[in-house]
């Protein structure tokens, strides 16, 4: 076996050993264990180089920052190389151990202390410290050499901290110039809404997202501030192109959910059948146009599809509305859908539906009322299926009973089904007095 395989099959023995691929992070004891098992394990050089190399890259790329950054360090000891020392504080970074950080620095200042890299990090560290001078003082000397983007974003950082959002506009608009990062141009943006100034901050974002495109976090801030003036017709084009660039299922969701809002049925149902997101949806959203006929269509291929006994009593249901004439024929139909599905289903919905019909038709009204009567045992205080129970009673001549459980919505005048009733109950029980 070769030295690297050696290296390789021992780091993987220790990896085993010290349970890194099942476990992410287990404090400061574990992490020395760590180094003390490699320290006796391994004794050449190289060797226990290429062991850290890995512990480390592996915990990194778990999300175990603070082993990463240990490890980094430990290779950084071993062979003083800038890059280690960076992958360490990256490390800590990710970790928010800002103490850390510090440390680091501190670490490889003698060698390193003019590095923008590291003192990059040292800005973060005295900003989260609080120490804003000292903060500022580093960022002034990243900017006076060949300054990049970033080192005008923490300048921007500094000053957007102090409270000083001119002078933070200022560098942020500088770094948006070197390279158009939209996280720029929101941040700008945000700071002219905070100075009442919208339409020159949307002005900027929508002349980033024609010209650079739109990516989630400028799309984001366009559609918080659309959401805030309703402007509903900015908000579809958003949700489109957001779709359109990132196909996330939920800018397709808030764009037919606005289409909803708008009763556009005809450029959801479009939408829907260009893409093929979701029958389901489409099938909500047909049933709400009451395109009945596309709607049970639609229920009927699912059901046959995939077997599913829902979309069979959905058919049902759909089958009824979708039909002018009720005629025999069509009841048959229905009912036949429903005692495939209604039992296994089992949701009051469909209870109360299939019930209504039977009772309505004069069909099997005694039938109706034992089906309704399951429905209320899962929901009890529905208006709707005390009223098909109290529509059943009537058609049996039971008018005081139906009398009784309509009473408490005798004056609710908001369903005009349900106060006909009532007036047919109350009719009922006035002729069987004389």
């Known amino acids: 076996m070769s030295g690297n395989n050696i290296v390789i099959a021992l780091t993987l023995t220790l990896t085993a050993l010290l349970g890194l691929t099942s476990c992410a992070k287990k404090g400061e004891a574990l992490q020395l264990q760590q180094v003390k098992i490699v ?5 050449n050089k190289a060797a226990k180089e290429d062991a ?25 000891d071993l062979d003083p190389q800038k890059d280690y020392l960076t992958d360490a504080i990256k490390a ?33 560290y005295y900003l989260d410290q609080g120490e804003i001078t000292k903060a500022r003082e580093i960022t002034r000397k990243l900017l006076q050499k060949n300054p990049q983007e970033k080192d005008y974003e923490l300048a921007a950082l500094i000053e957007k901290v102090d409270g000083n959002l001119p002078q933070a506009m200022h560098y942020f608009r500088k770094a948006y110039a070197l390279k158009h990062n939209p996280k720029m141009a929101v941040a700008i943006a945000e700071i002219l809404l905070n100075e009442q100034k919208e339409d020159q901050a949307i002005r900027l974002l929508e002349t980033h997202r024609r010209i650079y495109g739109c990516d989630k976090t400028l799309c984001s801030a366009l559609v918080k501030i659309y959401t805030q003036k309703e402007d509903v017709a900015a908000l579809e084009q958003l949700y489109k192109e957001m779709y359109r660039t990132t196909k996330d299922p939920l800018y397709a969701r808030a764009l037919l959910e606005l289409y909803a809002y708008r009763k556009n ?20 959203i047909y049933t709400a146009k009451k395109s009945y006929k596309n709607a049970y269509k639609l229920a009927l291929r699912l059901y046959k599809e995939g077997g599913d006994l829902e979309y069979l009593a959905k058919a049902a249901i759909l089958e009824y509305e979708g039909s002018k004439k009720k005629s025999p024929k069509l009841l048959k139909s229905v009912f036949e859908k429903f005692e495939k599905s209604v039992y296994i289903v089992d949701d009051p919905l469909y209870y109360n539906y299939y019930a209504y019909l039977l009772i309505d038709h004069n069909v099997d009204v005694e039938k109706g009322i034992k089906l309704v009567k399951k429905a209320l045992k899962k929901e009890p205080d529905s208006l709707f299926y005390i009223d098909t129970l109290a529509w059943g009673y009537y058609r049996l001549g039971r008018c005081e009973e139906a009398y009784k459980l309509m009473k408490p919505y005798e004056k609710d005048q908001s369903q005009p089904e349900i106060v006909e009733h009532i007036r047919k109950i109350k009719q009922c029980i006035k002729e069987k007095k004389q």
């Open 39 to 43: 320290n006796s394990a391994v004794n």
């Open 52 to 76: 850290y190399a890995l512990i480390a890259m592996d915990a990194y790329e778990r999300g175990d920052f603070k082993t990463a950054s240990l490890f980094f360090e430990k290779l950084y």
């Open 92 to 124: 800590a970074s990710m970790d928010k151990a800002y103490s850390r950080i510090k440390h680091l620095i501190e670490k490889g200042k003698g060698e390193f202390g003019d590095d923008k890299f590291i003192n990059r990090y040292l800005v973060a």
């Open 265 to 284: 049925y005809d450029a959801a149902i479009a939408f829907l059948r260009k893409h093929h997101i979701s029958d389901d949806i489409l099938l909500d």
